[in-house]
């Protein structure tokens, strides 16, 4: 499985961002996704996954209720809907793909190349 990120950019603080995640690869629909950050200086942290099927959603405390998962198997693509962002958020945010839904990095495997989304205050 290949992934393809975008959707990041600059945004105030307040505002929104949708960012996509294109899988290429007839096997996209049995794989769960994730999605996770990285700041500068800091580890890479879990934010969102989806079992494979849609119905399953895990986020991150941080993101709930700002964040939501979602994924259309049928244009290979797993999407990461963030609302009222804050500075906080800024990070480059990597997809993944893992044979189960989880929170734990080292399951996924399969990355993305990250995008980056900057929040100013």
């Known amino acids: 499985v290949q992934l393809q990120a975008s959707g990041g950019g600059l945004v105030q603080a307040g505002g929104s961002l949708r960012l996509s995640c294109a899988a290429s690869g007839r096997t996209f629909s049995s794989y769960a996704m994730g999605w996770f950050r990285q700041a500068p200086g800091k580890e890479r942290e879990f934010v969102a996954a989806?079992?494979?099927?849609?119905?399953?959603?895990y986020l991150a405390g941080s993101v709930k209720g700002r964040f939501t998962i979602s994924r259309d198997n049928a244009k290979n693509t797993v999407y990461l809907q963030m609302n009222d962002l804050k500075p906080e958020d800024t990070a480059v945010y990597y997809c993944a793909a893992a044979g189960r839904i989880t929170t734990t990095v080292n399951e996924y495997d399969y990355w993305g190349q990250g995008t980056l989304v900057t929040v100013s205050s």
């Open positions: 989806i079992r494979w099927s849609g119905g399953i959603t």
